[in-house]
Each structure stands twice: as C-alpha cells, then as structure tokens.
C-alpha cells in the first residue's frame, strides 16, 4: 500500500519551488469552485511567497471557508486521562524517558469530577487522549473512561455528547473491539511525513514504526469506524513536505474508502518540558507559513474539517478562523488532572498552551467577530457519518444541517453558562442570524 509517495512529493516541490504568479492565479480561480485542488496544484500554492499571490490566496481561504462552513466554530476540549507512555518521542514532555514527569493514570472517580468541571465551560464534545503504556493506559483502561465520561452530568443535568478519540495507532483486533463503543472521530497524527525525520525524532518504543502510524487509519476504516482525522506536527521537517504529506493521505483514504479525513489538525510545535527537541528546530514555522498552511489546506479539502489547538495564541487563532479553521479547543489544559487543579502543571502537561483564555472569553470574543459558537453533535448522534457525512459535505451542504443547530446550542450554551453579558450579545447574535437561516426541521 503506498499511501504516500515522497520522491514525487520532493519532485513536486521542487519543480515549482518558484511559482508564476500567473498560474497561482488559475489554481485559485479554479479552486473557488471548492472541489478541492490536485496535488500537484498544492505544490504550486504551498510555494507561493509573493505578497499579491499570498493575498489572494486568503481571501479565497476565506471564501470558501464561509461557503462550505457558514459562520459557526465548533468547540470543544481535550481530556487526557493518563501521561504514562513507553515511547520517546524527542518533542513531548510525556515521553518516557523525561524522568521528572509526575505520572498519573486517572481514577474513574477522578475523571468524572474533571467532565464535571468541563461540562461547566459549557462542553458538550471532548477529545480524549492519553500517552501509549501498556500496562497504565491500556485500551481495556480507555474504553472504561470513555464509558465513565457519557455518564458524568453536572449540576443542570448535562452531559457530554460526543467523545473524539486521540490514542495511538491501534491494530485491526483493537479496532473490533473499539468499533461498539460509541465515539466521534479517531484521531492519530503521523507527526512528520518524512520516513528520515520520523526516524530520528522517535527514538524508541511501538512509534518507532512509521508504517504502522501511516497505515492506521486504512485499518481504522476497514474494522468497522466511521470517522477518521490526521494532522502532523508542524516544526519537525519542512512544511511544505507536510502539507503535501497530509494531502496525499487525504486523497488515498478518499480514493480507497470514499471517505476522507473527518478532520485535519495542525498542531505546531511548543515548548515542553525535558523535550529537547521542543526547544529547538530548524524546521520552526513562521505565523505567516501556518496562515498559508491553512488556507492551501482549506483549498486543497473544503470538506474536511479543520481543527486549531490552544497551542496558538489568542489573536492568530481568531484571525485563522476567517482563513479554514471549523473547530477550537477552548478552557484547555494537556495534564491529567488539570481542569480540577491549577493551570500549567509543568510536572505533569504535554506542552506548553498559548492561549490562557478561559471558554466564556473566547466564546464572547467568537461573538463579537460575528461568528457562531456550536456545540452541536448532532451528526455522531444521528449516524450523519462516515460516507454518508462525506456525499453532504462534498456536495457542500454540510451548512443546511449545521447553521440551524448551531444557533440551537448557542442558545442552551447561553441559558445554561453564560453571564449576563455573554446572553445578551449572544442572543442578540442568534436573532440577527434567524432572519438568514433557513430553519427546517427536518435538517437537524
Ligand atoms: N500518545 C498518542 C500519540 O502520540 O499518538 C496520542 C496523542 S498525544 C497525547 C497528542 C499529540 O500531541 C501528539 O500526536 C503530538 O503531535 C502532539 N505533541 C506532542 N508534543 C508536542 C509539543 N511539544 N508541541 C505541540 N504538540 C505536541
Ligand atoms: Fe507518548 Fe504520544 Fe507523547 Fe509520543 S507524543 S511521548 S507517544 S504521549
């Protein structure tokens, strides 16, 4: 199985590593129909550098981010449940290797206090990771909080609806066994594209297998699940490399499975404590790189969502939003434990977060750029997925479905949560939006 071919992507690259302005324009023009672009006219648009061409290449981001997505941002927030892990990937503060880390496989009781605290930001949709240890952070383990996180409520009596999935690479077997429990999408990033690279910065344990990482999501759709979601983790090689990289990836599960990524995520290096490789790279991505990451992506798979961590900082995530991104994380933290203790646990976090703001701030701040907070889950619920999400989402009419639900959360999130002055500009908002909205309720 050849999913991604790295000669030609080297190949690719260099041949238009100076592209004609001219030509750039055509691939936009072209790319506006949102239908999505070939590879070799990403190559093109990932090279491009001009000042007028970079221009024109956001403002078609935006055009068709707005086109496929609307205004809504989906949010949601991680939950990791153990930092145990047996493998030493250079970047990583839970790598096995940093011996100052404080390691903690969280009790069911103590998980259900953390979905209690995140239920009060107003969640309703987590992404669950946790680091890869046999033994402490099992799937047996896994499965066991996934089930007690649905059946946490907090005091309104609200639960979470919809649970996405971050853990390694699991084998068919595993997947068979995952495919009952009911979960969004299954996340894993291949981190780096480059086999060289991958190499180096994974220095020992399962990961050390490029292949197995690469192929997980063939497996991952062959054994029963529905959505699937990569990304790759830029600063560890050439961007350009990566984004071409996820393209191919993208386009291999389209054509093998008609069913593409669910997602993309864009994570970017931080700093993480006892993680050298966190410190240094020469591989660094520039904020005006990440924008036209973005917006070659969003080109490149208008139907696929796109996810920003709070890794970034507060302006550049809401500036990304106008150029492809659909969903944020919001109230963060990357320790187990860390939404019941203080903020930025050192001893015990991932990485390190950029974007401090707590849920209510950024849900005001998404207001007042007139864009829409949804905590919809609407389409994991009522079996919208897989191949049956991707015909409405590439025929783009995902937005029918989303635009109304996401006015219809916004307006229990501000019963629920919101101070007084978050309900009224938020209101304000929803009536504003009803007046555009084709309501229908049959389109839930
Ligand atoms: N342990 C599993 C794995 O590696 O596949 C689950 C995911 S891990 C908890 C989450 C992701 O965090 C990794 O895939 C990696 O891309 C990202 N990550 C690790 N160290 C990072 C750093 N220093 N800065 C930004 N992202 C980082
Ligand atoms: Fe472990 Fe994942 Fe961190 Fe690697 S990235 S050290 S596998 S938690």
Request: proline share 10%; aromatic share 4%.
């Given at each position: 199985m050849k999913i991604i071919d790295d000669k030609y992507i080297c190949e690719l690259l260099e041949k238009y590593a100076n592209p004609d302005s001219n030509h750039i324009n055509e691939i936009i023009e072209k790319a506006k129909e949102a239908k999505g672009v070939s590879l070799e006219d990403a190559a093109m648009l990932i090279n491009a550098n001009k000042e007028q061409d970079l221009e024109k290449l956001f403002d078609t981001a935006k055009e068709i981010k707005n086109k496929i997505y609307g205004k809504r941002v989906v949010l949601f927030t991680p939950l990791y449940v153990s930092n145990y892990c047996t493998n030493d990937c250079l970047y990583c503060g839970f790598r096995v290797n940093n011996k100052g880390m404080k390691r903690v496989s969280l009790t069911q009781n103590e998980i259900t206090e953390e979905v209690i605290a995140i239920l009060e930001q107003g969640h309703k949709r987590v992404l669950m990771l946790m680091g890869e240890h046999?033994?402490?952070?099992s799937l047996d383990y896994f499965i066991e909080c996934i089930n007690t996180v649905y059946s946490a409520k907090d005091s309104k009596g609200n639960s979470i609806q919809r649970i996405n999935v971050e853990i390694e690479p699991l084998s068919a077997e595993e997947f068979q066994k995952l495919?009952?429990?009911?979960?969004?999408t299954y996340t894993v990033f291949q981190?780096?594209?480059n086999k060289k690279t991958y190499e180096q910065v994974?220095?020992?344990?399962?990961?050390?297998d490029y292949n197995w990482r690469l192929e997980v999501m063939h497996r991952a759709l062959n054994n029963g699940l529905h959505d699937v979601g990569i990304g790759a983790l830029f600063g560890l090689y050439d961007y350009r490399f990566e984004v071409l990289g996820l393209l191919s990836h993208a386009m291999n599960l389209d054509k093998e499975f008609n069913i593409g990524p669910h997602t993309i995520s864009v994570p970017r290096l931080q700093y993480a404590h006892n993680a050298p490789l966190s410190a240094i790279t020469k591989y660094a991505v520039s904020d005006i790189d990440f924008k036209k990451i973005i917006a070659v992506l969003r080109l490149a798979v208008p139907y696929t969502g796109m996810i920003l961590s709070t890794r970034e900082r507060a302006e550049l995530r809401m500036e990304l939003l106008d150029l492809g991104i659909s969903q944020i994380s919001s109230?963060?933290?990357?320790?187990?434990g860390g939404y019941k203790q203080a903020f930025n646990e050192v001893d015990s976090s991932q990485f390190n977060l950029n974007?401090?703001?707590?849920s209510g701030e950024i849900i005001e701040n998404i207001i007042d750029l007139g864009y829409i907070p949804s905590f919809c889950t609407s389409c994991y619920r009522i079996g919208r997925v897989g191949e049956k999400f991707m015909q409405i989402a590439k025929k783009g009419d995902i937005k029918l479905f989303c635009q109304q639900n996401a006015l219809t959360t916004l307006n229990e999130y501000l019963n629920d949560y919101a101070n007084e002055n978050v309900r009224k500009k938020g209101k304000q908002l929803i009536q504003n939006e009803l007046k555009t909205t084709p309501t229908d309720k049959s389109l839930v």
């Open positions: 046999p033994k402490n952070a495919k009952d429990i009911p979960i969004g981190e780096t594209y994974h220095l020992s344990g399962i990961k050390t109230g963060s933290r990357t320790n187990p974007d401090g703001r707590t």
